[in-house]
């Protein structure tokens, strides 16, 4: 079983960059299509971004498309999200999630992934 951490949440003002980091013990990351979600107050949890095993392939939801930028390091174990423009409406809980690639669903699907991190808070100010 997989256990994901993620870091690098806090706070900045808007127009600032950040970079989280989703770190797995328990096993590797390696096989694993990796996602990043957000979930603000009152709101639902929603897509980020994705990145397949191999790094080849990305996705982004339109809301972060030309800002946010993810990265994955399979030898360090680590998955990284880096966010540049930040806007107030960033604002959320950033969570990171692996999937095994089993139930082939799009990556956009929370129903997709089999691991979950529990989050750090990103908070921009304007």
């Known amino acids: ?3 994901l951490v993620e ?4 706070l ?11 770190a797995a013990s328990g ?6 299509r990796m996602g990043w979600f957000r979930q603000a107050p009152g709101k639902e949890r929603e897509f980020v971004g994705s990145i397949s095993w191999s790094g080849g392939n990305t996705y982004y939801a339109d809301s ?5 930028i993810i990265s994955r390091d399979n030898a360090k174990n680590t998955v990284y999200l880096q966010m540049n ?3 107030p409406e960033d604002t959320a809980v950033y969570y990171c999630a692996a999937d095994r690639g089993v139930r082939y669903r799009p ?5 997709a992934y089999d691991y979950w991190g529990q989050g750090t808070q990103v908070t921009v100010s304007s």
């Open 12 to 22: 900045v003002q808007a127009g600032g960059s950040l970079r989280l980091s989703c």
């Open 27 to 32: 096993g590797t990351l390696t096989s694993y």
């Open 1 to 3: 079983q997989v256990q």
């Open 7 to 10: 870091s690098g949440g806090g």
């Open 107 to 111: 990556s956009w699907d929370l129903h």
């Open 85 to 87: 423009s930040l806007k």
């Open 64 to 68: 972060v498309k030309g800002r946010f």
